[in-house]
Protein backbone atom coordinates (compact mmCIF):
# COMPACT_ATOMS: atom_id res chain seq x y z
CA UNK A 1 0.00 0.00 0.00
CA UNK A 2 2.93 2.36 0.94
CA UNK A 3 4.50 2.00 -2.94
CA UNK A 4 1.08 2.76 -4.19
CA UNK A 5 0.96 6.40 -2.37
CA UNK A 6 4.24 6.88 -3.07
CA UNK A 7 3.69 6.98 -7.45
CA UNK A 8 0.22 8.74 -6.18
CA UNK A 9 2.32 11.56 -4.80
CA UNK A 10 4.27 11.72 -7.38
CA UNK A 11 1.68 11.79 -10.37
CA UNK A 12 0.02 14.65 -8.06
CA UNK A 13 3.66 16.32 -7.68
CA UNK A 14 4.04 15.61 -11.69
CA UNK A 15 0.83 17.47 -11.99
CA UNK A 16 1.90 20.36 -10.21
CA UNK A 17 5.19 20.94 -11.90
CA UNK A 18 3.07 20.38 -15.48
CA UNK A 19 0.64 23.29 -14.45
CA UNK A 20 3.29 25.48 -13.40
CA UNK A 21 5.30 25.06 -16.42
CA UNK A 22 2.26 25.81 -18.74
CA UNK A 23 1.62 29.00 -16.64
CA UNK A 24 5.44 30.37 -17.14
CA UNK A 25 5.14 29.46 -20.60
CA UNK A 26 1.82 31.35 -20.92
CA UNK A 27 3.14 34.29 -19.14
CA UNK A 28 6.08 34.37 -21.40
CA UNK A 29 4.06 34.47 -24.17
CA UNK A 30 1.95 37.58 -22.65
CA UNK A 31 5.12 39.25 -21.95
CA UNK A 32 6.36 38.67 -25.62
CA UNK A 33 3.24 39.62 -27.27
CA UNK A 34 2.74 42.56 -24.64
CA UNK A 35 6.26 43.86 -25.80
CA UNK A 36 6.06 43.25 -29.50
CA UNK A 37 2.35 44.87 -29.53
CA UNK A 38 2.79 47.58 -27.29
CA UNK A 39 -0.13 50.10 -26.10
CA UNK A 40 -2.09 48.17 -29.11
CA UNK A 41 -1.57 44.93 -27.29
CA UNK A 42 -4.99 43.23 -26.39
CA UNK A 43 -5.57 39.45 -25.90
CA UNK A 44 -8.44 40.03 -28.57
CA UNK A 45 -6.01 41.61 -31.34
CA UNK A 46 -3.78 38.53 -30.58
CA UNK A 47 -6.28 35.91 -31.29
CA UNK A 48 -7.28 38.12 -34.34
CA UNK A 49 -3.88 38.21 -35.80
CA UNK A 50 -2.85 34.73 -35.00
CA UNK A 51 -6.34 33.22 -36.54
CA UNK A 52 -6.33 35.98 -40.04
CA UNK A 53 -2.60 34.99 -40.54
CA UNK A 54 -2.57 31.46 -39.75
CA UNK A 55 -6.00 30.88 -41.91
CA UNK A 56 -4.16 32.71 -44.91
CA UNK A 57 -0.32 31.39 -44.43
CA UNK A 58 1.18 28.78 -46.98
CA UNK A 59 2.02 25.15 -45.56
CA UNK A 60 5.92 26.56 -45.88
CA UNK A 61 4.96 29.39 -43.31
CA UNK A 62 3.35 27.18 -41.15
CA UNK A 63 6.23 24.75 -40.61
CA UNK A 64 8.41 28.02 -40.46
CA UNK A 65 6.28 28.81 -37.31
CA UNK A 66 5.99 25.26 -35.72
CA UNK A 67 9.86 25.46 -35.47
CA UNK A 68 9.49 28.88 -33.67
CA UNK A 69 7.13 27.20 -31.44
CA UNK A 70 9.68 24.33 -30.25
CA UNK A 71 12.14 26.83 -29.54
CA UNK A 72 9.85 28.61 -27.72
CA UNK A 73 9.28 26.02 -25.02
CA UNK A 74 12.81 25.62 -24.81
CA UNK A 75 13.56 29.19 -23.94
CA UNK A 76 10.78 29.38 -21.44
CA UNK A 77 11.56 26.42 -20.07
CA UNK A 78 15.27 28.22 -19.33
CA UNK A 79 17.11 25.73 -21.75
CA UNK A 80 18.05 27.97 -24.51
CA UNK A 81 19.80 25.86 -27.22
CA UNK A 82 22.34 27.41 -30.46
CA UNK A 83 19.01 26.52 -32.21
CA UNK A 84 17.06 29.08 -30.36
CA UNK A 85 19.47 31.90 -30.72
CA UNK A 86 19.64 30.99 -34.84
CA UNK A 87 15.46 30.98 -34.77
CA UNK A 88 16.22 34.39 -32.20
CA UNK A 89 18.01 36.13 -35.07
CA UNK A 90 15.73 34.70 -37.68
CA UNK A 91 12.99 36.21 -36.05
CA UNK A 92 14.21 39.43 -35.84
CA UNK A 93 15.34 39.54 -39.09
CA UNK A 94 11.65 38.73 -40.42
CA UNK A 95 10.30 41.23 -37.89
CA UNK A 96 12.92 43.99 -40.06
CA UNK A 97 11.86 42.69 -42.73
CA UNK A 98 7.88 43.16 -41.96
CA UNK A 99 8.90 46.63 -41.05
CA UNK A 100 10.52 47.51 -44.26
CA UNK A 101 7.77 46.05 -46.44
CA UNK A 102 5.05 48.15 -44.28
CA UNK A 103 7.13 51.24 -44.51
CA UNK A 104 6.95 50.81 -48.37
Not at 93 to 102: G, V
Given at each position: MDRLQQLEQKIADLKRKKEKLQLKSAEELWRKLSTLLGEEFSPEMVVGLVAHTWENSKAEERKTWRAYGETFFRETSGKRSKKTATTDQQTG??????????AA
Open positions: ATKNADKTQH
